[in-house]
Structures are given as C-alpha cells and as structure tokens.
C-alpha cells in the first residue's frame, strides 16, 4: 500500500488517487433543531400549566378565606410608640432627626432648673463658654449626700 491509501471503517482501503473520501458527518443536525424544539413546546407547555395551577390555588384560597366581620372599619394600627416606616407612623428618620436636633439646639442656646431643689441650673453653651474664660472653673466638693446617692 502505499501513503495515499485511505482506510474507511470496514477495514477496506482505497486509493487517494480517484476516489473522494471524507469524515463522516456525526452531528445529526435535524435530529438537534428538533430536540431543540420539542424542548421549547415542552418548558412553554409547562409554564402554562403552572400558571393555570397557580390561578386554582389563589381561587381556592379566596373562597376558603373567612368573610370579613361588618364591624370591621380597617387594620388595626399597633400600639404606640410606632417604628419608623409601620403602618401608621407619620414620621420619617428625617424628620425625627431634624426635630431631634431642634431639640437639642433649644435646650443648648437656653436657659433653665436641671435639679431647682439643688439649684442645678443649665445656661446656653456661649455664656458658659464666657464665663470660664472671664473667671475660670470653680469646681464644688460634692456633698456627702450626693456622695451616698452615687454608691447607691
């Protein structure tokens, strides 16, 4: 034999000469658009089926669902003080933060009794501030009451 000789797969040989030989295609191209295809009417005919499932169930649901009671005017609301964002609740975190900080910008730029029996009183930041740069800090032992309520 010689170089040109080709094998096919009967065990035959033929000559390279003449003849035209070639790989057979394996790939049955028809047989994978149609599996293709069956696949596609197969996951749409289940889609459809589901979707009709899902309908009974929700119709079936609805119709075991009690009625309703005629007193009933709406939800009921949960008891104060109600979490940001419940049902209910008016107020934002914005809001809350801003009137937070409304109150606190108050009550720092005021005068009033932190403890009127003791005659604790609270005065705005920048008088305090001037006042520790005119006269310094005097500090106050504590009494020996106060001394008591703090190991307690």
């Known amino acids: 034999m010689s170089n040109a000789d080709i094998h096919n797969e009967r065990g035959a040989t033929s000559s390279g000469h003449g003849a035209a030989a070639h790989e057979p295609n394996t790939v049955n191209i028809p047989g994978v658009v149609k599996f293709l295809v069956a696949l596609f009417v197969a996951v749409a005919a289940i889609a459809l089926l589901m979707g009709g499932l899902f309908r009974y169930f929700d119709a079936r649901k609805a119709e075991e669902a009690p009625p309703l009671s005629p007193l009933a005017t709406g939800g009921r609301l949960p008891p104060e003080p109600r979490l940001q964002g419940a049902p209910g609740s008016v107020s934002s975190p914005a809001e809350d933060i ?4 409304e109150q606190e910008d108050q009550t720092l730029d005021s005068y009033g009794w932190i403890d009127e029996r003791s005659g604790v009183i609270r005065i705005p930041i ?26 307690q």
């Open 126 to 151: 920048e008088q305090a501030k001037k006042l520790i740069v005119q006269g310094g800090v005097s500090v106050t032992q504590p009494s020996a009451a106060q001394d008591a309520e703090k190991k």
């Open 98 to 101: 801003r009137r937070f900080r």
